[in-house]
């Protein structure tokens, strides 16, 4: 049994923390709201994020951060990326012996353009941190917390911190792989939700399951592409946390990057739906910094540019797929691995 702290109780969070906890492990929940805190303590229920599900009874929550961190010997992550350096700079502060740091975020930051691994290097001192592992892939919380079978993926330099992050929550319905190309996980998790954002659009405008697969197909290419200018494996991105999280996040009901570009592409605006979905859609932020990574190490990304111009350039969705559809013609093949 592992001292185990999961920071933030989100629909992710509170999943992880259901997996760990059933796995009989001394999961302690983070979350920042009091209110939360007692829900969970007291009613065994986390409505607001997963409505109608009972947790583990032997899953606490606390609203003490310092209380969290001192009572761990592993950290698991699980805010958005936006808030990872504040989270990882007060995690710091209460940390005394070097713990391993696990995180189950999918972003990249804008501006920066780092990966999560990245910020928690930058913010937590090497003195305070183990290794430090990414867990990733076609993982919907709802569906977790149902038991239904579901495969991830624990990424690492470090190959023992993947294995022990493996054999930590590891079980029935949970089946964990270990993968040492942490650069291909983390983009493969963060890019997926810009098709997936795309992905609804497309949905929402109306068009079909053609377009669909076109752009599940033609992402995952230029996420390909790009990973393999800033040294992934390209194999990587045909995995779980490549193509599987590509799959299920664009035509899952549950995926939130999703429900946004299907609202998008219904008319609605970037604010209205930002503002009433309740939860993180971290494809906004993300389309962002994949943008200006494109720039960055000069790589197309069609796909990638034209949800750009959507979501911050008022360009209407069905002229942006105009425009992809009227490019010049191109090899398929060659233009991934060649270019
Ligand atoms: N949901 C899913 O199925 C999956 C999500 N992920 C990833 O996990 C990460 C978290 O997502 P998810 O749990 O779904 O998000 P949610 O929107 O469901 O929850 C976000 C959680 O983070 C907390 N939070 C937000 N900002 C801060 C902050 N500044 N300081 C402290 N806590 C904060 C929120 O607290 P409060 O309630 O008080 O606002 C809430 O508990 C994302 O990167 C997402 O892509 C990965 C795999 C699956
Ligand atoms: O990453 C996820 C599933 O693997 C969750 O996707 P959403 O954030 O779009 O809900």
Redesign the pocket.
């Known amino acids: 049994m592992d001292k185990v702290a999961v920071i ?6 509170t ?1 992880i923390a259901f997996v760990l906890a059933e796995n009989g492990h001394d999961c302690l929940l983070w ?3 009091q209110e ?1 805190s007692a829900e969970i303590n007291e009613r065994h229920t986390n409505e ?2 997963l409505p109608g599900i009972s947790l583990p009874r032997n899953l606490n929550a606390v609203s003490d951060l310092k209380k969290a961190v001192e009572h761990a010997e592993i950290i698991v992550i ?4 936006k ?1 990872i350096r ?2 990882c700079i007060e995690i710091e502060k209460y940390t005394e012996k070097p713990k391993l740091i696990v995180h ?4 990249i930051e804008p501006d920066t353009l780092k990966r999560i691994s990245e910020m928690i290097e930058e913010e937590v001192d090497p003195g305070k941190r183990q290794a430090i592992v990414a867990l990733s892939g076609p ?3 709802e569906e977790v917390v149902l038991r239904h079978p579901t495969t991830v993926t624990a990424a690492s330099h470090n190959q023992e911190a993947a294995e022990r992050v493996q054999d930590l929550f590891m079980n029935h319905y949970f089946r964990v792989y270990t993968n040492n190309d942490l650069i291909g996980v983390e983009l493969g998790a963060a890019l997926k ?1 810009v098709i997936a954002l795309a992905a609804g659009i497309i949905d929402g405008v109306g068009y079909g399951d053609n377009a669909k697969a076109a752009l599940i197909t033609r992402g995952l290419a230029e996420i390909t592409r790009l990973g393999m200018k800033m040294g992934a494996n390209p194999l990587t991105f045909s995995g779980l946390t490549g193509l599987g999280d590509l799959i299920v996040t664009c035509t899952s009901v ?1 995926s939130r990057n999703w429900k946004a570009g299907n609202l998008l592409g219904q008319g609605k605006t970037l604010e209205e739906v930002v503002s009433g979905m309740g ?2 859609i ?1 494809g906004v932020r993300t389309t962002k910094a994949a943008y200006q990574l494109s720039l960055q190490y000069d790589v197309s990304m069609p796909l990638t540019e034209a949800l750009y111009s959507v979501l911050f350039e008022n360009v209407p969705p069905k002229e942006a797929v105009d425009q992809l559809m009227s490019r010049m013609k191109k090899q398929e093949i060659e233009d991934i691995f060649y270019k």
């Open positions: 933030g109780a989100g629909s992710w969070g999943a979350t920042r709201r939360q607001a994020y699980a805010v958005p990326t808030a504040e989270i189950v975020s999918k972003g993982s919907h919380a939700n549950h939860m993180v971290e």
